[in-house]
């Protein structure tokens, strides 16, 4: 969806005329019934690249769009999207934009210290370029068959270069070799970079084809994720997991009538293989040149999952964050209008909520039925964590029945495939819990499990840390410290859990607790 789209000619007079940011208020309100919180910048940063984009020797008729929502991504807004012909083909030039006038190294890859709120931990703006154009080239079918060229690029335009620069580091070397960085005192080096991709009008209608193109997975982004799946055993089905995962898969692939509308439940304890099933069935839908998407509410789950499917691999890791999608991004999709979103599988469905900060929709259940023909829900009702938790059976087919969809019995998981392949260990815990009484309350694990009770919190940290040689080992903690929105980054000295004598700091912002090996 683009909010704003001119010829360089009109945009420049939007300027000039000092009417570019009501322009962009009113076509977001008109488009989307709301209007970002950013929007008392728009004024400045669009008028900061006009300036480089006036004095380009490039055609007036060039296209020019401006905050372009990519539609297979859900929240990711693309400042400014220029679009023309070098000559010898159609490109399209993505601008990230940024008012920083400083900005710090940080030691997590791809990421930079943002001089705002304290100094937090953000994306690389080059990486954030890049990550929009490969977003566009994973999912449009139609910009890889006109021949059309993408190229990406960020531009700092209060950022002044210092000697040496932090944001040209050799860590990001690999991102500057992919998307270009231009700061306040490359305004020239912008100009001719512009000149050389987009100096003349485009021979196609590139906006039209970036907006409106055919969306399905590209060859490369289905051939990424059968090679993430190659090798891992961790994603091979057994038994009653194949059995539900043929059962959906001959729904989604084989049915002939693509018409009607399908909701699936898959209900299983923890280790029984549910998330397993969902990114098997999501390799499918891609292999089958569908559209779907992985959507999970947790964001510590997405990025696991992501980190352990990419395993080490960049280009895999911004494959599988673009199939991975959080649960927020759907409030206002509609399959009968958009049909973007053949297939969603939705793993821990558990944990969707009807309210949550920065949630602007009713009802996460009902979100994913009304903006998919099938959906899938992958849930177990006992791993409920917080008061919102929402999600629910009975939610899941109330929401089908309003929505018009078919809604099939519910398929079950019961074997155990991890705690060491035993039922055993989880009724023992209901047990004792208190939760229900079983038969596990002892002598039933055989020897292969450690309990111990600690007296000190510091002796349980010290035995924990002992075990971490495989970095299998975590300790957690629950809801009763405050979440502190500052002081997170690595390398702090505020301890923000205490108990006893033991003190630590939460997991560092911009890193995985689940995965980063301290």
Known sequence: MIIYQETKAGFIKDVDDNVIGQRLRDAFQARTGSVPKDKSVWADEYSRFSLALRNAKVEEEIQVAIEYHISAAGRFRIDVLLAGNDGHADNAMIVELKAWDTARLSDVKDMVIAPYGGGK???HPCVQARKYRGLILRFNEDIKEKNIHLHSAAYLFN?????????????????????????????????????????????QDVLFF???????????????VSSMLEGNEEFELIDEQNEAFQIIRHQIVDEKDRTGRHVFVVQGGPGTGKSVIAVRLLAEVLKEKRMGFFVAPNKAFRDTLVE???????????????????AWSFHDVHYGKDTANEVLIVDEAHRLKDQAYQYKGKSMVEDMIRAARISVFFIDETQR???????????????AVKFKAKYHEPLYLTAQYRCNGSTGYLNWLDDVLQISATGNFENWGDGQYEFKIFDRPEDLYSALKKKNGENKARLVAGYSWGWPKQGRERGTTVRHVQAGDLSLPWNYVGENWATSKD
Not at 174 to 191: G, H, T
Not at 315 to 322: F, I
Not at 385 to 398: H, L, M
């Open 121 to 123: 931990v953000k994306e």
């Open 308 to 326: 352990f499917l990419a395993r080490g691999n960049t280009g895999y890791r911004e494959d599988s964050q673009a199939i991975i999608r959080s």
């Open 159 to 203: 950022l002044h270069r210092r000697n040496p620069e932090p944001l040209e580091d050799a860590r990001y070397q690999d991102v500057l070799s992919q998307s270009r960085l231009f700061l306040a005192d490359d305004a020239l080096k912008l100009r001719k970079f512009i000149e050389e991709v987009v100096p003349h009008r485009c021979k």
């Open 385 to 399: 964590v917080s008061w919102n938790d929402s999600g629910s059976v009975e939610a899941i087919e109330k929401a």
């Open 210 to 224: 970036i907006e409106n193109g055919r969306m399905r997975p590209t060859d490369e982004l289905i051939t990424h």
